[in-house]
């Protein structure tokens, strides 16, 4: 084996070091499948939304007749007025964004604050306070409802808002959502720095931990707005009519001997436009805030 040889593997090596660097900078495009089966995935996802609203537009005997219409009729603002009137809408919407907004403020504080305290404080029994705060999720929410109940009514609550808004100020889900990104998102060296330089505990975790737990925060914020604006179980056992939130308003288009299908539908997407305008306000800043979470973490 001569020396060229021999020397000719150890050339080849920097070369192909290169070559993967440049190959892992290159922008990866889509192919025409990833466009066909993308386009699929989005018109299964909105199909419910646009057929709630097809049958919006229709009366209640188009429904009723075989086959089911495809498109969109011209009773769509008439069948919504009615939703609104009959179902008071006006102050069930008000209801429900103080509620949801009230819920997703308390849940992503408290919640990043109890994260941060298991992800990077030392304390006695935080492993054990934190298994049981997993533990919690495992019981079924429909066993709280008679002690919920009777606790309410004992502080004098019933039918009103904070009947609905005080078992929902944190959740076990958020707490350990926000530990498991704080754990890999927060260094531990950015919090030892920031004690050297004698900044308090109150103004670490404003300047700190806020700041590395945004991504994290604005994800949790959407899922705990989505999720307390569409509960209906406790709403409709712990509040009646008079002071609903939307799904319980939406409960009472379904009564009558003959529920009118078309307007139960206009109700129906009423109660979701508020979810569809949050998310094309919002929704940039939370996909931009995962990826950002990404590319730190």
């Known amino acids: 084996m001569t020396t060229s040889e021999l020397t000719l593997p150890r050339a080849s090596k920097p070369r192909a070091r290169r070559r993967r660097i440049m190959g892992a900078g290159r922008q990866l495009h889509a192919g025409p499948v990833t466009y066909v089966v993308l386009t699929v995935f989005a018109l299964v996802s909105l199909a419910p939304l646009v057929w709630t609203a097809i049958a919006a537009s229709r009366t209640d005997g188009r429904l009723a007749q075989a086959p089911p219409p495809l498109w969109f009729g011209g009773n769509l603002f008439t069948n919504l007025r009615t939703a609104w009137d009959q179902a008071g809408l006006g102050t069930a919407m008000f209801n429900s964004v103080l509620v949801a907004g009230t819920i997703t403020v308390s849940t992503v504080l408290f919640s990043t604050l109890a994260g941060f305290a298991f992800a990077k404080l030392r304390f006695r029994f935080s492993g054990l306070l934190l298994l049981l705060t997993i533990g919690t999720m495992m019981i079924p929410p429909q066993l709280a409802v008679v002690p919920l109940y009777l606790w309410m009514s ?36 950015l919090i030892e720095a920031a004690r050297v330089d004698g900044a308090s505990s109150l103004r670490i975790v404003w300047h700190v931990v806020f700041p590395a737990a945004r991504p994290a925060m604005a994800v949790l914020g959407l899922l705990t707005f989505v999720f307390a604006w569409n509960d209906f179980l406790w709403p409709i056992i712990a509040l009646n009519q008079q002071n609903p939130t939307v799904q319980v308003a939406l409960n009472s288009l379904g009564t009558g001997y003959v529920p009118d299908q078309a307007v139960i539908m206009a109700g129906a997407l009423l109660g979701t436009l508020p979810l569809l305008i949050a998310f094309l306000l919002f929704g940039k800043q939370i996909v931009g805030g995962i990826m950002q979470g990404a590319i730190k973490g």
Do not use: I, K
């Open 154 to 189: 004992d502080l004098g609550w019933s039918n009103q808002l904070q009947t609905v808004v005080l078992p929902s100020l944190v959740t076990a889900f958020g707490t350990f959502f926000m530990r498991q990104y704080l754990v890999q998102a927060l260094p531990s060296e």
